[in-house]
């Protein structure tokens, strides 16, 4: 049955089906030709998986990226992270960075991050003297902290998926996500510094202040956000719905940049967003049961048993093969069809399940800026006006340090797990 699925599924995608569709098209087919089971029961299973109050919360951090960025707020957020390290050496580069990290803390969405703050990051490093090419490869590739820095979307639905605490796995994002950014942060320094570009300039105690107060009421979005989560104060979807109304009152009351003529575009696009999102876990409901009724977690289990897998070497075994299924398909259906399959092996070997879960959604962001689906990738080409060629070669070297350092997080799971250790929440 899994075979004949996975087998459909590829075919229908081959032929330019959506996923989510061509999907749904497989399970049907799967169910009706294997099993008895009454097509009627189709429905209530795939509704099943949408009937979460957790899943609230994907819609909700949607609606919360869209509204900063129609506020025009990643210029504020832009103009802080300048100050801080604008004057160091290769500053635009780690503007591009620090900037990144901070919007990563409001929107939760990779792509919110290149169309609003990634156009100003381009045009200041170009203006500054890197390459084209260059800037677009860093911000195409720092925008993946938006994936996994909390609140991320992908982190929502990875725990809602696994049925963990997505308190507690949005918690243990921050530090990898943190070491991604410094591993990013290094880079740019050496090679700034090595080809010459954004020489060092005066560091400007009266900007950082100026630029921090006009950004300060944006950047206390993440720091509710974790500390309610993490203190139990109110749960993921509650923290979702307190940011929507949060950065609502700050569009059209405190900074009125955001016209409320504005606000029936702004639902609607968040509500097809969404309804593309919940779909495709409802579509993946009836893969998840047919694995399940197949017995393939159990026999994946059993397969890296008689491997003798170890917790580190099945790690790298799992690292690797969402790296390939990454190129190929995209992060939120990878996840609605992996995640049931590969926990029980994961549990079975001794493998803690935040940080596999955690390195499952860094792994996957990969495709988000890899071809031939990288939705990413061509937000950047469109939002640069490159060819999409172009956006590739520039990315090379980032998307080369972005897996790197995917990759010593999946080797130290310390990173992960330590955090929210400390903090009593494990």
Request: proline content about 7%.
């Amino acid at each position: 049955m899994s075979l004949f699925l996975l087998l459909s599924f590829f075919g229908l995608s081959m032929l330019g089906i959506p996923l989510a569709v061509a999907l749904a098209l497989a399970g049907i087919a799967t169910l009706w030709l294997f099993t008895s089971m009454p097509m009627d029961l189709l429905s209530q299973t795939m509704f099943s998986s949408m009937n979460s109050f957790l899943l609230v919360a994907v819609p909700l951090f949607i609606l919360v990226g869209a509204v900063m960025e129609r506020g025009r707020v990643a210029e504020r957020i832009f103009d802080f992270a300048e100050a801080i390290v604008g004057w160091l050496p290769g500053g635009l580069g780690h503007v591009n960075v620090i900037s990144s990290v901070i919007f990563s803390g409001v929107s939760g969405s990779s792509v919110a991050d290149i169309a609003s703050v990634g156009a100003i990051e381009i045009k200041a490093m170009e203006r500054h003297g890197f390459p084209k090419g260059y800037a677009v490869g860093m911000t195409l590739c720092t925008a993946t902290l938006s994936s996994i820095i909390p609140p991320s979307i992908l982190v929502v639905i990875a725990g809602s998926i696994a049925n963990v605490s997505i308190g507690t796995l949005l918690v243990a994002g921050l530090v990898p996500g943190l070491f991604i950014a410094f591993a990013f942060l290094v880079f740019n320094h050496f090679y700034s510094v090595y080809y010459g570009y954004n020489p060092p300039k005066p560091f400007n105690f009266r900007l950082l202040v100026v630029t921090g107060l006009r950004a300060i009421l944006p950047m206390l979005t993440p720091l509710i956000l974790i500390i309610g989560i993490a203190s139990g104060l109110f749960t993921p979807t509650e923290a979702a719905a307190i940011a929507v109304i949060y950065v609502a009152v700050l569009g059209l009351l405190v900074y009125r940049t955001l016209p409320l003529r504005e606000i029936p575009e702004i639902l609607i696009s968040t509500a097809r967003i969404s309804g593309t999102i919940l779909f495709i876990a409802a579509t993946s409901q009836l893969a998840a049961w047919i694995f399940t009724y197949d017995g393939l977690p159990e026999k994946v289990a059993e397969l890296m048993q008689i491997m003798s897998l170890g917790p580190l070497t099945g790690m790298l075994v799992i690292f690797f093969f969402l790296l390939i299924i990454g190129i190929f398909m995209e992060a939120i259906p990878a996840m609605f069809i992996l995640i049931p399959v590969l926990m029980p092996p994961v549990q079975a070997l001794g493998i803690d399940p935040i940080h596999f879960l955690i390195v499952t959604v860094m792994t996957l962001t990969l495709g988000l800026v890899t071809p031939p689906i990288g939705v990413c990738l061509f937000a950047a080409a469109q939002v640069a006006n490159m060819k999409v060629e172009d956006v590739i070669r520039g990315s090379l070297a980032p998307m080369a340090v972005l897996t790197l350092a995917i990759f010593a997080l999946v080797l130290f799971p310390i990173l992960t797990l330590g955090p929210i250790r400390l903090l009593g929440m494990y």
